[in-house]
């Protein structure tokens, strides 16, 4: 079956510190992969993806996710976290030939000063 | 509109009630699709359309709930006879092309609670 899976619901870090959020799919030949995030009260934004080509993907904000085709894994860091980094981040992947996304359950990060 | 607009925001159903929600994509834009989001979860896909056709209607949960974009444009979600367990934040997306070509944008989501 189609899935994705986040391990961490919650994610608590001190502001500077560098943060990891984790995400596993289910093996495909062909897979697009996206991170969306969701700030308080507001909607689902697009945070980066990855296509193909470079495995490495970066966002404006300083977020990296590297596709790692061996692993199913495709993961979110970044090296300082920022207090406005709080917000809930999913992982999500579009299979070869289907149009439809399949989210993980998210991965709520919290950053203390 | 500059974004994805939901109607209503928030929405209170008493159950078996019937419930319409309505979602403006952006001007232009070819694919829509409906997710279902429960509280503390990830969105669930629920419907897909490429402008008039409703192509991919699998995550539907039921046949109580009816989504129809009649001109290619707005897309209505409707829910028959409401169920506590209907109770969620439903999301509208659009994108421009497929979803691997072009990002996908979401509205702020309709909040439904059914008492």
């Known amino acids: 079956a189609q899935s994705v899976t986040q391990l961490d619901s919650q994610v608590p870090v001190f502001e500077e510190a560098p943060v990891e959020l984790r995400c596993n799919y289910s093996s495909s030949v062909s897979v697009y992969l996206f991170w969306y995030v969701q700030y308080p009260n507001q909607g689902l934004q697009l945070l980066l993806k990855?296509?193909?080509?470079?495995?490495l993907v970066k966002s404006i904000n300083g977020f990296e996710a590297e596709f790692n085709k061996s692993q199913t894994s495709f993961h979110l860091r970044k090296p300082s976290v920022h207090i406005s980094d709080t917000a809930e981040y999913f992982c999500a992947v579009k299979y070869g030939g289907t149009d439809k996304l399949i989210f993980g359950t998210g991965t709520r990060l919290q950053v203390f000063p | 509109g500059a974004g994805v607009s939901q109607s209503p925001r928030y929405k209170v159903a008493k159950r078996g009630q019937d419930v319409a929600l309505r979602c403006d994509p952006i001007?232009?834009?070819?694919?829509l699709f409906w997710y279902q989001q429960a509280l503390g979860q990830g969105p669930e896909f629920l419907t897909y359309?490429?402008?008039?056709?409703?192509?991919?209607k699998s995550g539907l949960p039921s046949d109580r709930f009816f989504a129809e974009r009649p001109e290619g444009s707005v897309s209505t979600l409707k829910i028959q006879r409401t169920q506590q367990e209907d109770s969620a934040v439903y999301l509208c997306?659009?994108?421009?092309?497929?979803?691997?070509?072009?990002?996908?944008?979401f509205g702020n989501g309709t909040r439904l609670t059914v008492t």
């Open positions: 990855y296509l193909s080509g470079s495995t």
């Open positions: 997306a659009s994108s421009l092309e497929r979803v691997d070509n072009s990002p996908l944008h």
């Open positions: 359309f490429q402008n008039e056709a409703q192509l991919d």
């Open positions: 001007s232009g834009h070819v694919s």
